[in-house]
């Protein structure tokens, strides 16, 4: 690959109906501490039937980067990504979405990282704003918790499976995608099996623990669920395309949620059962105790803290219904890629 100190950057942001949201993502990215002549933003738009373009075209005039405007027709986040990359000019593509937005020292920390490391491709992570609700606050630490995602997002520190980048965060050469394609047609999970391929070329990937983006994620309980239910469904769907993207953690929500919806109809039956339940609750709450503390240490506040409580089981119920739903649907019975949630799966 090209020497990383002199690489130009193709920022591609998929986007549907995300007008608002685009907004605040471009305000950040005109704010970036790095050369202008050394990036372009593409949004890479899927069908948006709102404001995206003239949101897009206004923020044309005021960016002293190039920033282009390309749209399709809808067909979901990887082939508007693909779309993006085709019409990309940079030695290096990044990848973020447009929900999140980015600090003006992002770039400048990829860009460090990767030719400091000699590296192909990258991962980095998600956090979030001061000004985020207290809900979405919640869900920022459910999903980056130890606790409920055993390392996956690749904070430092132990993890108890396989790191892939995600396509909130992420990027490759050109010369790497060159030699991998591009993203595949799962609707969702495209991201894990495109990261898949780049570990298996043998390229050298990092994780960039200070490039890190504010990540607004989805806005309540229900379209939260609905997210993480349909990340259950893609890992079967992963699973299918290559066994090895199914590890012993991915299995632990199914078996959580099988594990207490029949000791809780059991305990109906046995007293034994009902101890089981009692303890089981016991140790969730103590759980939920220790996060609730930690919650407020880290955004020193009550508030979201409060939320944990329904986010945290949301979580792991929503990713266990989805496994097992579409386990016993393309495992058990053979049948074919199930998408799950397919109706606005931007929203």
Do not use: C
């Not at 990887?78 to 999140?100: E, L, Q």
């Not at 609730?292 to 792991?316: F, N």
């Amino acid at each position: 690959m090209p020497d990383n100190k002199y690489n130009f950057y193709s920022i591609i942001i998929p986007s549907y109906n995300r007008a608002e949201e685009m907004d605040v993502l471009l305000a950040s990215l005109l704010k970036l501490d790095f050369p202008n002549t050394r990036l372009e933003v593409i949004i890479a738009d899927d069908g948006s039937k709102d404001e995206t373009e003239s949101i897009v075209l206004g923020y044309k005039k005021k960016a002293e980067f190039q920033l282009h405007y390309y749209s399709q027709q809808n067909q979901g986040p990887g082939a508007a990504r693909n779309m993006g990359i085709g019409k990309a000019k940079g030695d290096f593509f990044i990848f973020v979405d447009s929900d999140v937005s980015v600090p003006d020292y992002w770039l400048t920390h990829i860009d460090k990282a990767l030719y400091e490391r000699n590296a192909d491709a990258f991962g980095g992570p998600d956090t979030f704003r001061d000004d985020f609700p207290p809900l979405l606050k919640a869900i920022n630490y459910s999903m980056t918790s130890f606790i409920t995602t055993g390392g996956l997002r690749g904070k430092k520190g132990k993890k108890l499976a396989k790191y892939y980048p995600r396509s909130f965060n992420m990027g490759l050469s050109r010369t790497l995608w060159d030699k991998i394609g591009g993203f595949g047609t799962l609707r969702h999970g495209q991201d894990i099996e495109f990261s898949n391929r780049i570990i298996r070329s043998g390229a050298r990937v990092i994780f960039i623990d200070n490039a890190g983006v504010f990540h607004k994620r989805r806005t309540n309980l229900r379209q939260f669920y609905r997210q993480v239910f349909n990340w259950g469904v893609a890992r079967v769907n992963l699973f299918k395309i290559d066994k090895s993207m199914l590890e012993p953690l991915h299995l632990m929500p199914a078996a959580l949620t099988l594990l207490t919806g029949l000791t809780v109809i059991l305990a109906m039956f046995s007293t034994l059962f009902t101890w089981i339940v009692f303890w089981g609750m016991l140790l969730s709450i103590m759980v939920l105790i220790v996060s609730m503390i930690d919650s407020i240490l880290i955004y020193k506040q009550l508030s979201p803290a409060m939320y944990l409580p329904l986010v945290m089981p949301a979580q792991i119920i929503g990713y266990g219904m989805g496994f097992i739903y579409n386990f016993i649907r393309r495992v058990i019975f053979s049948k074919g890629e199930k998408v799950g949630f397919k109706k606005h799966y931007y929203k």
